[in-house]
């Protein structure tokens, strides 16, 4: 079964197409990142998932029934963009007060507390709290109940490297147990060793989608291939040309090669007897761009 499923998905505002002809498929233990500048629908779709909007056509279903069934808000867990709290509650009566709208036993909801890195701050009032731990009492909230389906938008706002870092390892542990992930960043770097799939939107049309494996093999983006430690460099340009090619150092180069050419260019590269060789294939960053430019949107 799956966890997520939008088929043929259309919802327009009165202004204009809220998103067009929009599917996907999110299997159980998956990890979706939805991609799109400001403004692309990404939004407007994680609102036809929660149910908090109807769609004028196609259909949104959700561990196999409609999407806003009250029977699934047990088993759906959601971080917003801007996660609001009431100041005056600390952070244990915040938790508290969602794990009651939720049927969360208070064991449990402390638990989740813990989990975010919040147990040392529970008894502070939410308002002397950083902006980093307010987005994990955010994420403390969207995890109550162990939700099947988690859709996060921007969950690393405010969070330092090891808050980043922890997260995803909290992440990875949900996914094992078979919760499914839709993740929201602007933050590309990183994160795509996370994702099973990647669905980049624009004007409110799926733009493409796939695994970061698929998407490489559609932009056909060239393969950046780092040499250090050359003893002749000007040998290494003459043997295999100007084209692609940037100094980087007194004794390093980087050569930009089509996938295919890779290896027969890194066999003549270690021919040469380069003291250390990096490949870099087109990061997810590269994608996004890649794709965007092709739709005229990267600026949009």
């Not at 609001?84 to 909801?109: C, D, N």
């Not at 003549?268 to 294939?281: E, K, R």
């Not at 994608?287 to 949009?300: D, K, P, T, V």
């Amino acid at each position: 079964m799956y966890a997520l499923e939008l088929d043929n998905l259309n919802f327009h505002y009165p202004s204009g197409t809220g998103v067009e002809a929009i599917s996907l498929r999110l299997a159980t233990g998956e990890m979706l990142g939805l991609l799109g500048h400001n403004g692309a629908g990404k939004t407007t779709t994680i609102k036809l998932m929660l149910g908090l909007l109807t769609p004028a056509s196609g259909q949104v279903r959700v561990l196999g029934e409609a999407a806003g069934n009250a029977r699934l808000r047990q088993h759906v867990g959601y971080l917003p963009e801007n996660v609001r709290f009431y100041p005056q509650l600390t952070g244990k009566e915040s938790i508290l007060f969602f794990a009651r709208l939720k049927g969360v036993a208070p064991t449990a909801a402390l638990k989740v507390l813990e989990e975010v890195g919040l147990g040392e701050a529970r008894d502070r009032k939410v308002r002397t709290w950083s902006k980093g731990m307010m987005q994990r009492l955010g994420l403390a909230q969207a995890l109550l109940g162990e939700p099947r389906l988690l859709i996060l938008d921007e969950p690393t706002v405010g969070l330092d490297p090891v808050a980043t870092r922890d997260l995803y390892t909290l992440l990875e542990r949900l996914r094992a147990q078979g919760t499914a992930v839709v993740l929201c960043s602007h933050v590309l770097p990183g994160i795509e060793r996370h994702l099973d799939q990647v669905a980049i939107l624009s004007r409110g049309r799926l733009v493409v989608k796939g695994s970061v494996a698929d998407l490489r093999k559609q932009a056909n983006l060239p393969v950046r291939i780092r040499v250090h430690g050359l003893a002749n460099r000007d040998a290494v340009r003459q043997a295999l040309g100007t084209d692609g090619i940037r100094q980087v150092n007194a004794h390093g180069l980087d050569i930009m090669v089509d996938e295919h050419h890779k290896l027969d260019r890194l066999a003549a590269l270690l021919a040469h007897q380069p003291s250390d060789v990096d490949i870099h294939a087109p990061s997810l960053e590269d994608l996004y761009c890649h794709f965007m430019q092709q739709e005229g949107g990267l600026h949009a």
